[in-house]
């Protein structure tokens, strides 16, 4: 099933900020966002968009990419969703101190005799934007693959879809909260999703058990 994947958790490398007052540093003002990089012709990183509708020109900052370099190799002509930790400046172009894959993934019902698997994990945030559901997830694992995913469980009354996290722990020892950043694009599901639809999401986690958000298009 092509909604369900094989996952292991990379481990995101944020900045922390530190002031030197011998040398009177400021860190800069950045913002961390869930984006869209855009990939040219030569698999250069070319435009950064947001969801808010704005794209930027960009570029990663040379600390990046010297601490990067092994990892700043992308397919020609690609989009990939993204959270990046990005600056602003005077010149509109996005100076990028670090950035992160997001899992995309469109769901798809299950086929005939597929189980359908809800092992716990924490729902830290969930929302719409950029034409995608959103979510930050934390998982509790230690070293071993999740197998995860979104299923399409959408209930033959209901007007608009409904959309469950798919997660098999494999068999790994809960152990470290690891963090899933996760967007399902929409775009697939123009012809069926209208305007006033409900768009429902289901999970199940340690803390309230099976729960669902809902948002209204």
């Not at 698999?43 to 509708?53: A, F, K, M, R, V």
């Not at 930027?56 to 040379?62: A, D, I, R, W």
């Not at 597929?114 to 924490?122: C, G, H, N, T, V």
């Not at 694009?185 to 729960?211: C, H, K, M, S, W």
Request: charged share 25%; with cysteine; net charge negative.
């Amino acid at each position: 099933m092509k909604s369900i994947k094989y996952l292991i958790f990379p481990i995101l490398a944020l900045l922390c900020s530190c002031e030197d007052a011998a040398n009177d540093y400021r860190y800069p003002s950045v913002v961390t966002d869930f984006a869209s990089l855009i990939i040219d012709a030569e698999g250069q990183p070319e435009q950064l968009s947001l969801d808010n509708g704005h794209t930027y020109p960009m570029s990663f900052t040379e600390e990046y990419r010297e601490s990067h370099s092994s990892q700043l190799a992308y397919r020609p002509d690609t989009v990939y969703r993204v959270i990046s930790i990005y600056e602003l400046r005077a010149d509109s172009v996005a100076y990028v101190y670090s950035i992160g894959k997001v899992e995309s993934i469109v769901p798809s019902p299950l086929r005939k005799g597929e189980e359908l698997l809800r092992d716990p994990s924490y729902l830290q945030s969930c929302w719409l934007s950029g034409g995608y559901l959103n979510m930050v997830i934390e998982l509790k694992a230690l070293n071993d693959m999740h197998r995860i995913g979104f299923v399409d469980t959408t209930p033959e009354s209901m007007q608009g879809k409904e959309f469950t996290f798919y997660h098999d722990a494999n068999g790994d020892i809960e152990s470290y909260r690891r963090k899933l950043y996760a967007s399902i694009p929409l775009a697939p599901f123009t012809g069926v999703l209208q305007q006033g639809d409900t768009l429902r999401f289901v999970i199940n986690t340690y803390d309230e058990g099976l729960i669902q958000r809902e948002f209204v298009l």
